[in-house]
């Protein structure tokens, strides 16, 4: 078992990824709160030993998102739609941040996870197939079509790679 | 834009109170992995406090309850001396020669009332071989104050072992107890040699540890019929309540 240090620290240090993802995939904040209780419980009864930070990052990432996943199953809420998540805390964001979150919460959450995983936390597709456990043409698909999503959904706008 | 992306997700943030909450629900976790309870500095401090508490005053209840503040000896030819507590119950019994440990060999009588320990020894199999007609059974009481030896003497009057053998109950100095037992003797013996001695200074406490309670009183009695200084005795050792 991780040291209350050491969890302390990770709950400070990735509190806001997870918060990130969860925002992707759950309706509601005590959902988030479930997650988060989930993934850190997880975190200190691992006993493995991370190469690096890196290494722990991505450990958190896919346990978060498969812990979603998994709850999301458990309540049957496969129609799920965060949007209801967003305006519990979007309430003060800017109008142009607010919209670009909702049109990209509005999508399914298999693009979602890719989308927030290349733009926010600046993985290439390789590295999300490792992550999500997926194949990297896959991963290449999903960032293709979300992004073609996210454009017309935003009128017309260009992301890049 | 990339950035769009990234400028809306970094507002996204965890509040404070689910870091929180998350932490304190893995510190419940820990505890009932664990198996047991970290508790804040202060109830640590006292429970700490309470326990040492406990254990003082468990220590110096035991130790109250075993401190020896009287004393009773019985010698016929068995010595034995039981200690007391405040409480007249007793903490200690010890033999001075080798009839008195063949005596309280077979007996428990540490923590019974002084009076039901006399009647134990005094009504015991082995002790009956010396409560003869020639036999002597001399009670010595040696208290911290006079109350209390009235008091131990009147129970000893009164208990079966005394009235039935027909014993005599002397009080005794408490200041010579330490020394009777430097010289291995009961403090009953003793002072019946301090007695003795005031007759005759060749007698020694070696001489009267092989005597016998009857002999040395025997001695004792020949010398006051004698008439040799009767006025010197009785410092040390205060007849009384005979039966």
């Known amino acids: 078992m991780r040291s209350e240090g050491e969890v302390t620290q990770a709950v400070e240090k990735y509190a806001n990824m997870i918060q990130r993802i969860c925002l992707c995939s759950l309706k509601n904040q005590s959902d988030t709160e479930d997650i988060f209780q989930n993934v850190f419980l997880k975190y200190m009864l691992h006993e493995g030993i991370f190469n690096d930070e890196e290494h722990e990052k991505a450990w958190l990432i896919r346990v978060t998102i498969n812990a979603c996943k998994d709850h999301l199953k458990s309540l049957f809420r496969h129609r799920t739609i965060p949007l209801e998540a967003l305006t519990e805390q979007a309430a003060e964001f800017p109008e142009e941040h607010r919209e670009v979150l909702e049109a990209l919460l509005s999508l399914s959450a298999k693009y979602k996870d890719v989308l927030y995983l290349h733009y926010y936390e600046g993985y290439s597709a390789s590295e999300i197939s490792g992550i999500l456990g997926k194949k990297e043409n896959t991963i290449y698909s999903l960032l293709s079509r979300g992004r073609g999503l996210l454009k017309d959904k935003l009128g017309g706008e260009e992301f890049g790679e | ?243």
């Open chain 2, 1 to 243: 834009m990339a950035n769009r992306i990234q400028d809306a997700f970094h507002l996204v943030e965890a509040n404070e109170s689910l870091k929180a909450s998350t932490i304190q629900f893995l510190q419940s976790e820990r505890q009932k992995r664990t198996g047991h309870t970290t508790y804040p500095a202060r109830y640590r401090t006292i429970i700490a406090v309470c326990v040492m508490l406990f254990l003082i005053t468990g220590i110096n209840g035991y130790q109250f309850l075993q401190t020896p503040v009287s004393y009773v000896s019985i010698d016929i030819n068995p010595s034995v001396e039981l200690a007391l507590n405040r409480f007249d119950r007793v903490v200690s019994a010890i033999a001075y020669n080798e009839d008195g440990e063949s005596i309280l060999a077979g007996l428990s009588v540490t923590g019974k009332k002084y009076t039901a320990a006399i009647d134990m020894i005094i009504e015991s199999e082995a002790m009956s071989a010396y409560l003869t007609d020639q036999a002597e059974l001399v009670f010595t009481v040696a208290a911290n104050d006079g109350k209390k030896e009235n008091q131990l003497r009147v129970g000893i009057a009164n208990c079966a072992g005394g009235m039935k053998y027909g014993g005599q109950c002397f009080g005794g100095d408490i200041g010579i107890v330490t020394e009777a037992h430097e010289k291995g003797l009961s403090m009953g013996k003793y002072a019946a040699y301090l007695q003795l001695a005031e007759y005759d200074d060749t007698v020694t406490a070696d001489d009267c540890r092989r005597m016998t309670m009857s002999e040395i009183r025997g001695l004792i009695n020949r010398h006051k019929e004698c008439g040799m200084d009767q006025e010197t005795h009785g410092n040390r050792y205060r007849h009384g309540n005979h039966k």
